[in-house]
């Protein structure tokens, strides 16, 4: 039980990172974000491991030969901690998509992250240019030399095709599951699949309820109410291994891309630039691509580089 | 409820055990960043028993009229846990009584009655009836300091839940430090404070931040450790205390009533040994217990 005392004290946070233009971070995203956004690496790290244990628990259940029920809710967890790093990335697409991006990022709803990754689903060279990979026409604008230039365009576009992929894996994820982020949070209004199927029912509920063949499912109830009428909607859940590997691999994308985004966005914002090509995928070039912007990277990290 | 035991408590309690194992093990050493993310989510899993138990306590005390009590916990309001734990220590001991499933209250009327049966309190001795009176007092006094107790954790530890679960908002240790409010130059002679866990405000306009300088790491994991455990207990014998009555019906296969076997009305369920006398505990035990006599016009009661 507590024993402490808990009283409320005023402190302030003060910045110790500097920037050669100050206004230039509070202008484009507020310094608060930006250290957040420093720190995205291990959160991203965080989550995947986090998702990763929920997982080794849920096979844990199934080699033991634990009831559905119990081996379901551990596959909930799973899906959870999944959807937690999916919302991280949701948060962060919307953030740069608004006017005041440490607001958005707070402040967003389940609405507004719906938003944000149907959109990026839609246009996700749009939101990745937004988060900081440059644009391909700005590249061949650059007065790069010319060998430079095409390994850096094919690095780009090996870099958007590997992002848009995931941007799509997502968005799948928060859009197909996102009820139930709400649902396993807050008062966890989810009710095992074997108490529907099973004698003696569950009356009402069970015949309105989807059941599908996998084992095991759960079945998510989320009313509203309007006036003095009450509505329920009820949206099935798959949670067999298959389903729930599914997930845990979704929920490890979304934590991976919000982390590589998030520090792009951070080292667009270091350097003053609106965009840049990482080398996170240069291993998927050719060799002598790969060795041109190895040499470029290594020649402009030098102090006199430029 | 049967699926509140066999599935949400398990997962609940398998959760808060994986947090609490990763911040033993990761909690001190390592990572400052990942070390305050492995506190923020032992945070997470042991405050969600804390708000399930506010859905599932507001559904029984005001339950949507005409609905089963069920409904209202699915729900949503973001101020629920919130409103429930802010004032529970408010609550008179009738609204205790009811959380506590002694008594049960008419959704229209909201006129409270024991689920003791009228017709069965008749039937009791001078000396039954103060052994229950007893259990009734204790359990009230008992739970007046464990849900007070847990809506002081939830008033202290929810930001950091908060912050944690959406968009993982811990701040930065590396970026930031944390001066006395009357500093305006920060040099290398400032004292600088160390907060255990320190979060971003998910709604102030400018992003101030949230800090607890008052204890260790090990403290806050310990505290918010156990007050989750203690949810999980309080979330059992809540369900325990609900179930008795469903699992009294004798169901056919079809799902249709065959009639009522005999129960025990689980009384006792919040209490522990300390609570009553041994002779109170050998004369009450569980609770009374109900045989149901056919109903003479046939149906079964």
């Known amino acids: 039980m507590a024993g402490f005392d808990c009283q409320d004290r005023g402190m302030q946070m003060a910045l110790q990172l500097r920037h050669h233009d100050h206004d230039y971070i509070e202008r484009l995203c507020g310094w608060p974000l930006y250290t957040h956004l420093r720190n995205a690496g291990p959160l991203a790290d965080f989550r995947t491991a986090a998702v990763e244990r929920a997982w080794s628990g849920y096979r844990r259940a199934e080699a033991n030969s634990k009831p559905d029920a119990e081996r379901g809710g551990l596959g909930l967890i799973v899906v959870q901690r999944a959807l937690l790093a999916a919302e991280d990335l949701g948060r962060l697409l919307h953030a740069f998509d608004n006017e005041n991006p440490w607001v958005a990022f707070r402040r967003a709803k389940i609405d507004d992250l719906d938003r944000a990754f149907a959109q990026a689903a839609a246009n996700p060279e749009e939101r990745l240019i937004q988060m900081g990979l440059l644009d391909s026409s700005a590249l061949l604008d650059t007065d790069l030399p010319k060998s430079v230039r095409e390994a850096a365009l094919q690095l780009r576009e090996i870099t958007a095709r590997q992002w848009s992929a995931q941007m799509h894996d997502s968005a799948g994820l928060w859009l197909t599951h996102a009820p139930l982020a709400r649902a396993t949070t807050h008062g966890f209004p989810v009710i095992a699949g074997e108490l529907l199927t099973e004698s003696p029912g569950a009356g009402e509920l069970g015949e309105h309820a989807q059941i599908p063949d996998a084992r095991p499912f759960a079945v998510v109830m989320i009313s509203k109410v309007r006036d003095r009428e009450v509505s329920t909607q009820l949206h099935t859940v798959h949670l067999d291994r298959r389903m729930v590997r599914t997930i845990r691999d979704l929920g490890r994308v979304a934590a991976r891309l919000y982390g590589q985004l998030a520090e792009l966005k951070a080292n667009c914002l270091h350097v003053g630039q609106a965009g840049t090509v990482p080398l996170l995928f240069a291993d998927r070039l050719g060799d002598n691509a790969r060795l041109t912007l190895t040499r470029e990277a290594r020649r402009r990290s030098e102090p006199s580089g430029g | ?301």
């Not at chain 2, 609490?20 to 506190?39: C, I, K, M, N, T």
């Not at chain 2, 103060?130 to 847990?150: F, H, I, P, Q, W």
């Not at chain 2, 709604?203 to 300088?213: C, H, K, M, N």
């Not at chain 2, 689980?266 to 109170?280: G, S």
């Open chain 2, 1 to 301: 409820m049967r699926s509140w035991r066999n599935q949400t408590l398990p997962a609940r309690r398998a959760a808060l055990a994986d947090s609490e194992s990763h911040f033993e093990e990761f909690g001190e050493r390592g990572d400052a960043a990942l070390r305050d993310l492995a506190l923020a989510a032992l945070i997470g899993d042991a405050l969600q028993p804390i708000e399930d138990l506010a859905h599932l306590g507001r559904a029984w005390d005001e339950p949507f009229g005409g609905l089963a009590y069920y409904v209202r916990a699915t729900a949503y309001s973001s101020r629920t846990a919130t409103n429930f734990w802010g004032s529970v220590a408010k609550w008179d001991d009738d609204r205790i009584r009811v959380f506590a499933g002694l008594y049960g209250r008419n959704p229209q009327t909201r006129e409270l009655s024991s689920m003791i049966p009228p017709e069965m309190e008749t039937e009791f001795s001078d000396e039954q009836k103060e052994v229950l009176e007893a259990a009734e007092k204790a359990t009230v006094r008992m739970l007046r300091t464990l849900l007070g107790s847990l809506g002081g954790d939830w008033r202290q530890f929810s930001p950091y839940y908060n912050a944690y679960k959406h968009g993982g908002l811990l701040v930065n240790r590396e970026d930031v430090c944390w001066v006395d409010d009357e500093v305006d130059q920060v040099t290398d002679e400032t004292i600088k404070h160390d907060p255990s866990l320190a979060t971003w405000d998910l709604r102030d306009e400018e992003g101030a931040g949230r800090g607890d300088f008052a204890l260790t790491s090990p403290e806050v994991a310990d505290t918010v450790a156990r007050a989750g455990w203690l949810a999980l207990d309080l979330l059992d014998r809540f369900i325990e205390s609900r179930s008795a009555i469903f699992e009294a019906v004798d169901f056919r296969p079809d799902g249709s009533v065959k009639g009522m076997k005999e129960m025990t009305l689980p009384w006792t369920i919040w209490l522990r040994e300390a609570h009553l006398t041994a002779y109170q505990w050998k004369l009450l035990g569980r609770g009374p217990r109900i045989t149901w006599r056919p109903d003479p016009a046939g149906s079964p009661s």
